[in-house]
């Protein structure tokens, strides 16, 4: 199928020269005289770019492309005039306009940049499909009442630019609702980096989050580019930000403040452009009442507070996560997709998972590898030693996990 253009012009001599010049390239050709005449061949026929004249009677060439970008945004359009000037360039570029080509046209000229157009477009569907795609990879699965409020509270506060603190047990699932909130935000086409507060040593944090110059650092023989200026016009995420040393906590206040840093060795401010999400596993509360966590980055940081239940607090979602789990793990280890028995489901229920989501997980794909048949019934769950818990309530029932029970590689 070829790529169809819509030429617009009013002056027939044009439309036809350049309707001849494109169909012998391979295009598909469409034609209006005029910009309201464009506007209904665009709904009607829905062409993969547009030539679109600025100078024309009626609606000019700028007030179509203005209705062009309105209707049909993701639409290439690509101005030729006789009459160009920086000024029309300028003003038709801020509109959305890819391209200003000026007549006397060039074929080759024309050619080019309707290529490039084309091009540029396939790219821009791509990113959407990626996009979306990552977005239902990271996407937030079950529908009990907790992760309803859940996706509510990521569907309000993605579209903003507010700082948000994200509090919940290990194995929760918070570095997924920070990729969400990313990914529905309107800087989801800049990077999001994270940085592991409770890994990085001390003595390196600065460096690491602030870049150092060439020969600072020992062992570094060149300039490093820190987290927060790799995350320049996107978003920073501040993992187990409860774990950072006071004197650690203090350097990052600092940045927050004033939005601006140096690189360690450096003596120039960089700005900083980045959206602020930060996680903690610990009640930072209590930390504040025991010395341990600065009030004054507390508040900094909880502009917006969002919780994730526990798994315990939402046992509804396990079948859907158990599901979704049976599936990634068969395609991770090109295993055959098992399912589980029936009486299986309601004995995973019954356990509190003290890991949480990630346990679940694990158990999953741990059984997917050893089970040796389709079906995982309940005598392959493991033995209740093999499972850390809180309170006795959170063991599975009294099932052995032994070497009959259809292992394929023995005991674990």
């Known amino acids: 199928m070829f790529p169809s253009i819509l030429v617009v012009d ?3 001599s044009i439309v036809q020269s350049l309707s001849g010049l494109l169909s012998d390239e391979g295009f598909d050709v469409i034609t209006a005289s005029n910009g309201y005449e464009a506007l209904k061949t665009i709904d009607a ?5 547009v030539l679109l004249d600025i100078w024309m009677p009626g609606i000019d060439g700028i007030e179509t492309l203005k209705e062009i970008k309105k209707n049909h945004s993701a639409l290439p359009v690509i101005i030729i005039t006789g009459h160009g000037n920086v000024e029309t360039a300028v003003k038709a570029t801020k509109l959305g306009a890819y ?10 000229k024309v050619i080019v940049a309707i290529n490039n157009a084309l091009n540029f477009r396939r790219l821009e569907e791509e990113n959407r499909y990626l996009r979306k795609k990552t977005i239902e990879r990271h996407s937030i699965s079950g529908n009990s009442p907790p992760v309803q409020v859940l996706k509510q509270q990521i569907a309000t506060v ?27 935000s309107p800087r989801a086409d800049a990077p999001m980096i994270d940085v592991n507060c409770a890994a990085i040593p001390e003595s390196l944090i600065e460096s690491e989050l602030f870049g150092h110059e060439k020969g600072v650092v020992p062992g570094s023989n060149s300039r490093k580019r820190g987290k927060f200026e790799l995350a320049n016009g996107g978003t920073i995420f501040l993992d187990e930000i409860g774990d950072m040393s006071l004197n650690t906590q203090a350097k990052i206040l600092r940045v927050l403040d004033e939005k601006k840093f140096q690189r360690v060795g450096g003596g120039r401010d960089l700005t900083m452009d980045v959206r602020i999400i930060a996680a903690t596993n610990k009640d930072l509360e209590t930390e504040m009442a025991n010395g341990r966590f600065r009030d004054d980055l507390y508040y900094r940081l909880n502009v917006v507070p969002i919780e994730v239940a526990p798994l315990r607090e939402r046992k509804d979602d396990i079948p859907v996560l158990a599901e979704i789990f049976l599936a990634e793990a068969a395609t991770s280890n090109r295993e055959k997709r098992k399912t589980l028995a029936a009486e299986t489901l309601p004995v995973l229920t019954q356990y509190n998972w003290p890991g949480n989501v990630r346990e679940l997980k694990n158990l999953i794909e741990r059984l997917v590898i050893m089970v040796q048949g389709d079906v995982i019934q309940c ?3 493991p033995p209740t030693s093999s499972i850390r818990r809180p309170a006795p309530m959170s063991s599975f029932p009294s099932i052995i996990w032994t070497r009959h029970a259809g292992l394929s590689k023995g005991n674990m």
Do not use: C
């Open 45 to 49: 026929e829905l062409p993969d770019l």
């Open 379 to 381: 005598n392959h769950l």
């Open 10 to 12: 009013d002056e027939p």
């Open 158 to 184: 993605a579209p903003t630019g507010s700082w948000v603190l994200i509090k919940g047990e290990n194995g929760t699932g918070k570095e997924l609702v920070a990729r969400t909130i990313h990914q529905l």
């Open 99 to 108: 391209d200003l080509i000026e007549k006397p046209l060039n074929i080759d």
